[in-house]
């Protein structure tokens, strides 16, 4: 991997205050410079917050977030609209997912392609051949992950959760962001996930994630960012944000690491 271009982050000055109380305040940080990136830190730290300013589905109110793309270009995010985000390769797992209720699994996932995935209207006539393409991909996965019947409709909230990061993968990210991919999710399918972002991250996506078991954090991560009360406090090697007498107080706590 070592010399190859990745798509990054870049975040400079950012803050966001809900009710007078600011609750991310980043003054410099990249993100996805390398392969598997890990956002930790206690509930409340802004990580959510902080990949929402990224989508610009929360304005930040101060500060400019950039994208870096692996082919030498520059992108300011915090001007872009969300739907456009998937365009220029940056894409982010959703936690409430409404899409799902009405088509059948192999529709919702062409649909999901079809709408986000190109940056210009498609021809008349190329749709066809555009879904077809889309749908042998589409079944490889969904077979991968054991939905025996694409034509049924997505029933559980694990199904659903599922689904929209397979809608992410299909979308071929550059930059892919993952708030609590995995919570929820059976162990089986939780493994599958893993193996499939670990994927991506050798092709070249840049993912950055965040998650609650912080044995896939430590396994997972090539770096990992710790942020506390808004602020990034640091960023490091998983061994050695884990072995961190700061982090290890503000979040391991005790007899953790
Ligand atoms: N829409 C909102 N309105 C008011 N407060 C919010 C809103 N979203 C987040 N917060 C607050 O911002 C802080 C950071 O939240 P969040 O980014 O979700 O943290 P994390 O994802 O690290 O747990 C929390 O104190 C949360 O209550
Ligand atoms: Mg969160």
């Known amino acids: 991997m070592g010399d190859q271009r990745r798509s990054s982050i870049r975040v400079e000055q950012v803050q966001k205050s809900y009710a007078g109380r600011m609750v991310v305040d ?33 304005s930040p109110d101060a500060g400019r977030i950039t994208l870096n793309s692996s082919d030498g270009s520059t992108t300011t995010l915090s ?11 940056v894409v982010k797992s959703t936690q409430v997912i409404t899409d799902f209720d009405q088509l059948t699994i192999l529709d919702s996932m062409l649909l999901a392609v079809a709408t986000t995935g190109h940056e210009f209207p498609v021809r008349p006539g190329a749709e066809r051949s555009l879904m077809s393409a889309n749908e042998d991909e589409i079944r490889s996965y969904l077979e991968r992950f054991g939905f025996a019947d ?42 599958k996930v893993l193996e499939v972002i670990r994927e991506l991250a050798a092709d070249g996506t840049s993912v950055v994630i965040v998650e609650h078991d912080l044995d896939v954090i430590w396994e997972l991560c090539d770096e990992v960012t710790f942020m506390a009360e808004g602020r990034v406090l640091m960023k490091d090697d998983p061994a050695s944000i884990r072995a961190n007498a700061t982090v290890i107080e503000k979040y391991l706590g005790a007899g953790h690491g």
Request: hydrophobic letters at 45%.
């Open 79 to 89: 001007s872009l609209p969300t739907h456009k985000m998937a365009h220029h390769g």
């Open 26 to 58: 980043v003054d410099e940080l990249v993100l996805g410079d390398v392969p598997i990136e890990g956002l930790l830190g206690p509930n409340g730290a802004g990580k959510t917050t902080l990949m929402r300013m990224v989508m610009n589905s929360v």
């Open 150 to 191: 694409a034509t049924a409709i997505a029933m559980s909230a694990g199904e659903k959760k599922l689904l929209d990061i397979l809608r992410c993968l299909l979308l071929k990210p550059s930059i892919l962001l993952l708030d609590e991919p995995t919570a929820g999710l059976p162990d089986e399918v939780t493994a």
